[in-house]
């Protein structure tokens, strides 16, 4: 019995092959999508985490320090209580022509020890030769080419165990680089410890333990809230192609009644059809799971050069190696693509199981039934909005940030129906002529079966109205950042502090004002903090990007009195101007001002460059920006050259630092653009697949209107028409939702994941040309149908008046 | 005469061979007169009202309504036609289910630009749909339904009225009421009606009567 069933079952797909082409292609793109982005957040993490094996900071748990860093006297006075700890001191280092981050460790207590020795042999070295001067630098081998050219006292090592950009040596030459005597960065906790020590905690109170498992590097800590952005935008891919699916299914199942009510009359216990249309279903989501698991493989190898510049843009944190693929990312793919087909097809399925023997086969939703469903699927909606905001209101948070946008955009799906009918209704009233008349009727009339498909081109539209919204604020506030911020006219690196201090020297026999940059890598709270000294200047008075200050900021922070600090360190432990913050320990001070610092993820601080030498005499002191006139910009540039060995990238004029910045800005939403574009066009598919799975309901309404002296060429224009008509209502209600999407980003989501929160722009134009490309997608999904129906027999139309059919 | 039809052939593609649906057909039809065209399941009475309602493309021979010839039409002229001379009504009803009751009636007419509201109203009344106009087709009884089919028909006062099996879905009693309100309205308007049907009792309440058996008249 169960074989000649699923015969039965089958069938129905031999007879409507498009159908299982687009249930299958939905599928495939929603797990197809789903997955790339899980496989881009997988390949990530492993970068990260394979970069904390290679430097030996995984499955440690570290010792930081509240603020600053610890002495080396005090990791001393742990390692005599008999705690067995490796020291790790990190910054960044400039050398003649470039930046490295370095990492300085003990090069006999490091977990990486035996690798480093091993790799120091195979150089012919002497293990320890490292540990005595000049001192040697371990490093990738595209790390140790670029160390080699700037500079030439430190022999490099090449070990391409190690990751790209980072620069490994013994702890006294990383201090000697960095300029920070008697400073660690952090502790790490070796796994092998003694029994019966004394805690830590009692040991060194100053110092915060934090596990193994919560150690997470920099890196990922920072990523964390990019790929929670990811994951959401990949979540609304998916539910999008779930419209498709739940659509593509309840048709199947729709058609399918008479063929179930023959067969359960026929003696076949609801069960085991339940069961086999459930393994159907199953069978089905495997196979489109597996399609479309290697369409994700295929899409995240495309977009991961994108993520990559992202990654780089906004963290520094490039994401290293290639694609690979991954047992847990291919079960969980497909177990997404099953659970996701089983929830399109929930109510479906529960509506078949309760399926009365006798029911005739379900006519859509017309007139009072559908207003009922759609004042149903309204009030759902508005209570789906109102949990969003209370959501909002009590909990704070990513987390509740996403959770708030996820039910703000499913609330207005859900209302989606209402308003697309009353603006149908609004919109018949002015409708001259019956052929009109019966245009607009007949639109209305098609909302139950296009709804999906219009709540997935609604979600597709808002989230591109939100995030483009979002981006081009971003970019509009952050060239006007970069004006204020970039105030001087030419940017100097020497390539050494005594060629700094002669050039700063000659700059002032010339008259020219030169603002040093100086400033000391520190640590608060175990995240990076970077404290800047400044030379009190008109300059900074007039052009600072402050955002909140005390009435008398620059004259206390200039006095050494207070200080200024970034938004991201001020939102991140809620600091206000008035407050107090201790920078190091013994090193207090009120805080006069905060300032805007787009695209750093870490925190700042701004102290008097002279409170900032009191504490830090040995900062490096090679970087300037010099005040000149934009007609004596080109022969200051050339002066410095001739007067000074300076390599020429070294010495930047204002606008090409802008440039830069702006096209790494630029880089930085490239990923953001791309899935745009595949969500709009997953929404795109949805619209077609929905008019397609509609072609054969639709005869029967459109043959009467034919045989009334409608030509067919006219009919297929009016299906053009009505495709253009329900996605411009929905283009149209997608701006405001879009708009919301745009402050809840700008607002609440970046907040969080940045540290930064951004005012929001107005861009029209992008909304006409989104508007246009909607229509676009409407007359593209529409034209299919539309060419169809101007060329059908009208023996397949007659059909519909056939007393047999 | 308003229907002519001779020799009309007309065969559809089989899996094989072409099958002959119809194998020269003639008749005549005039104003304000009625024909029943009976024959059993197959015997290409509905091919034949769609050839006459100029819906379908016959093989050969000629068909002529009110003096037009069908074999010279194209497409949007054919269509002019059904929107001002030529009505239908199908034993499914086929009425629009986005439109009201009101709007169904009158839409025919108005896609024709021959809409009457005196005379609309007249077969709203007679018909007795006055109080279900801004119902919903789905709101109907099969009765109502039918008669709504039939008022949207004669709304545009054509100069041919095609049935096919227009009580096929009613009971006897509601059959009987709506043939005698259809030929009422007929002969009141002087359409032409060309009804196909299976129902003997039908076919004797109009003017003439014809056989088709295998694609012919008998």
């Known amino acids: 019995m169960t074989g000649a069933t699923l015969l039965v079952i089958l069938s129905h797909w031999r007879r409507h092959p498009l159908q299982l082409a687009t249930l299958v292609t939905g599928l495939a793109l929603a797990a197809g999508l789903w997955s790339a982005v899980q496989a881009i957040n997988a390949e990530a993490r492993a970068s990260y985490d394979r970069a904390a094996e290679q430097l030996g900071t995984a499955g440690a748990a570290r010792l930081v320090p509240e603020a600053g860093t610890i002495p080396v006297a005090r990791y001393a006075d742990l390692r005599r209580s008999g705690w067995r700890l490796a020291p790790v001191l990190e910054g960044v280092v400039r050398l003649e022509r470039q930046s490295f981050d370095i990492m300085g460790v003990d090069l006999l207590q490091h977990p990486q020890a035996p690798a480093l020795a091993t790799a120091a042999e195979a150089d012919s070295v002497p293990p320890l030769e490292a540990l005595l001067p000049p001192g040697r630098i371990f490093a990738h081998p595209e790390t140790a080419a670029l160390l080699t050219a700037s500079q030439h006292v430190h022999p490099v090592t090449r070990m391409a165990t190690l990751p790209r950009g980072i620069a490994l040596a013994d702890l006294s030459l990383a201090s000697r680089l960095l300029r920070r005597p008697d400073s660690l960065s952090y502790l790490l906790v070796l796994p092998e410890q003694r029994p019966g020590l004394t805690p830590l905690s009692e040991l060194a109170p100053e110092l915060t333990l934090i596990p193994a498992h919560a150690a997470a590097s920099d890196t990922a800590r920072l990523t964390d809230s990019f790929h929670l952005n990811l994951t959401a935008f990949g979540l609304l891919s998916f539910a999008v192609g779930l419209f498709i699916v739940q659509g593509t299914i309840a048709l199947s199942l729709e058609q399918r009644r008479g063929m179930i009510r023959t067969l359960r009359s026929l003696g076949v216990p609801m069960r085991l059809l339940s069961g086999l249309f459930a393994a159907e279903l199953a069978v089905l989501a495997l196979l489109a799971g597996a399609a479309g698991l290697a369409g994700g493989y295929v899409v995240a190898a495309a977009l991961l050069p994108g993520v990559n510049a992202t990654l780089a843009g906004l963290y520094g944190a490039p994401v290293d190696g290639s694609l690979s693929l991954r047992p847990g990312w291919v079960l969980s793919g497909l177990a997404m693509t099953l659970g996701g087909t089983f929830l399109a097809a929930a109510q479906s399925l529960f509506a078949l199981w309760r399926m009365p023997l006798l029911a005739a086969p379900a006519a859509r939703a017309r007139g009072q039934q559908a207003s009922r469903s759609h004042l149903a699927g309204a009030v759902c909606g508005v209570a789906a909005i109102a949990a969003g905001f209370l959501i909002l209101a009590t909990f704070q948070g990513l987390i509740s940030g996403f959770a708030f946008l996820g039910a703000l955009m499913l609330g207005a799906a859900l209302l989606l129906p209402l308003l697309v009918s009353t603006g149908l209704s609004l919109g018949a009233r002015f409708a001259k002529g019956a052929y009109s008349e019966w245009l607009w009727a007949d639109t209305q009339a098609q909302i139950p079966g296009m709804s999906l498909a219009l709540m997935a081109l609604l979600l597709a539209l808002a989230a591109n109205i939100g995030v483009g919204t979002m981006v081009s604020s971003f970019r509009l506030t952050f060239t006007g950042w970069l004006d204020q911020r970039l105030f001087a006219e030419v940017y100097v690196t020497a390539t050494s502090d005594s060629q700094g201090a002669e050039l700063a020297r000659w700059l002032e026999k010339q008259g020219i004002t030169a603002l040093p940059r100086r400033y000391k890598d520190s640590r608060f709270k175990g995240a990076p903090l970077r404290i800047y000294g400044f030379e009190d200047d008109a300059a900074f008075r007039k052009n600072w990007p402050l955002l909140d200050a005390l009435p008398d900021v620059w004259d206390q922070t200039a006095r050494g009195e207070a200080m200024l600090i970034n938004e991201q360190l001020a939102r991140r432990h809620g600091l206000v101007p008035g407050g107090v913050l201790e920078l190091e320990p013994e090193w207090r001070l009120p805080i006069a001002g905060i300032y805007s610092d787009y695209g750093n993820p870490n925190g700042q601080a701004m102290v008097s460059l002279a409170a900032l030498l009191a504490r830090a005499p040995n900062i490096p002191n090679r970087q300037f920006g010099l005040r000149a006139a934009p007609q004596e910009i080109s022969g200051l540039i050339k002066s410095i050259r001739e007067e000074f060995d300076i390599p020429r990238e070294n010495i930047t004029d204002q606008a090409t630092v802008k440039a830069r910045s702006l096209a790494v800005f630029d880089r930085t939403f490239v990923i953001t653009a791309a899935l745009n574009l595949l969500t709009l066009g997953v929404a795109g598919f949805a619209l077609l697949t929905s008019l397609l799975t509609l072609w054969n309901q639709r005869l029967p309404q459109l043959a009467p209107v034919w045989a009334m002296g409608v030509t067919r060429r006219q009919l297929a224009a009016a299906e053009v028409l009505r495709s253009l008509l329900l996605a411009a209502v929905t283009a149209v209600l997608a701006l405001p939702l879009g708009l919301a999407l745009a402050w809840s980003l700008l607002s609440v989501i970046n907040v969080e994941a940045f540290g930064w929160k951004l005012p929001m722009f107005l861009f029209p134009l992008d909304w006409l040309r989104l508007f246009l490309l909607a229509l676009l997608a409407a007359v593209i999904a529409a034209a299919l149908p539309a060419r169809r129906l101007s060329r059908i027999d009208p023996a397949e139309l007659l059909k519909v008046f056939a007393n047999e059919r | ?218």
């Not at chain 2, 339904?145 to 096919?164: E, G």
């Open chain 2, 1 to 218: 005469m308003v229907l002519k039809i001779r020799n009309v052939t007309k065969s559809y593609p089989g899996q094989t061979a072409e099958t002959a649906v119809l194998r020269g057909v003639s008749l005549d039809l005039a104003a304000g007169r009625s024909l029943a065209l009976t024959g059993e399941s197959g015997s290409g009475k509905s091919t034949l009202l769609h050839l006459a309602g100029a819906l379908d493309h016959f093989d050969s021979g000629e068909i002529e309504i009110d003096g037009t010839r069908l074999s010279g039409l194209g497409d949007g002229q054919r269509a002019a036609l059904r929107r001002r001379d030529v009505s239908l009504v199908f034993q499914q009803f086929n009425l629009i289910p986005s439109l009201s009751v009101g709007s169904n009636i009158a839409l025919h007419a108005r896609l024709g630009g021959k809409w009457d509201t005196g005379w609309g109203t007249r077969l709203v009344d007679h018909l007795g749909l006055s109080t279900v106009q801004e119902r919903y087709p789905e709101q109907l009884s099969g009765g109502q339904q039918q008669r709504v089919a039939i008022a949207r028909a004669l709304a545009v006062r054509p100069k041919l009225l095609l049935a096919d099996e227009p009580t096929g879905n009613l009971d006897e009693t509601a059959s009987a009421a709506v043939m005698e309100l259809m030929l009422q309205l007929v002969r009141e308007s002087g359409t032409a009606l060309f009804l196909v049907t299976h129902s003997a009792a039908i076919a004797q309440m109009l003017d003439h009567r014809l056989h088709l058996q295998h694609g012919t008249t008998a």
